[in-house]
């Protein structure tokens, strides 16, 4: 985890209003190993999935239901897992590259700004609180 880039928050009041080069930068460099980690997370459960197939393959001779059973479960966890980090993955990869349109910080969706405390708990997010509500409502 990185914490060393927050301390140089605070040092200049007068641009409490717009995003500064700076803040910038540092969004892009937690974007950018969000990315890396979710990245190589990614690619080891891709590893992990493959070992439990050929496994699967190679035992499956001698299995009876009750093994079999509880490997379609762990094969299910395992699809589900890599699923949600290639979402994740999908969306820091998203915010990188609004980053660098410029458009960034504002909702995708009414491109009103997204408040700054959302931004700092999900660096990631493209959409307000509101429109990511009305995105999930049409989804389901
Ligand atoms: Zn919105």
Redesign the pocket.
Same mark, same amino acid.
């Given at each position: 985890m990185l914490v060393n880039g927050a301390v140089v928050a605070g040092k200049g009041a007068s641009t409490a209003k717009v995003r500064s080069t700076e803040e910038f930068e540092q969004i892009r460099v937690i974007l950018q190993s969000r990315f890396e980690e979710l990245d190589a997370e990614y690619e080891e459960a891709v590893a992990q999935n493959t070992r439990l197939r050929l496994v699967e393959i190679g035992d499956a001779a001698g299995d009876d239901q009750a093994d079999s059973g509880s490997k379609t479960a762990e094969r299910d966890a395992a699809t589900s897992l890599l699923r949600t980090l290639l979402d994740r993955r999908t969306q820091a990869e998203h915010a990188l590259q609004r980053l660098s349109d410029g458009t960034y910080g504002n &909702?995708?969706? &009414?491109?009103?700004p997204?408040p700054v405390e959302r931004l700092e708990v999900f660096p990631s997010a493209t959409? &307000?609180v509101? &429109?990511k509500q009305v995105r999930e409502r049409r989804a389901s």
């Open positions: &909702c995708e969706g &009414c491109s009103n997204i959409t &307000c509101n &429109c």
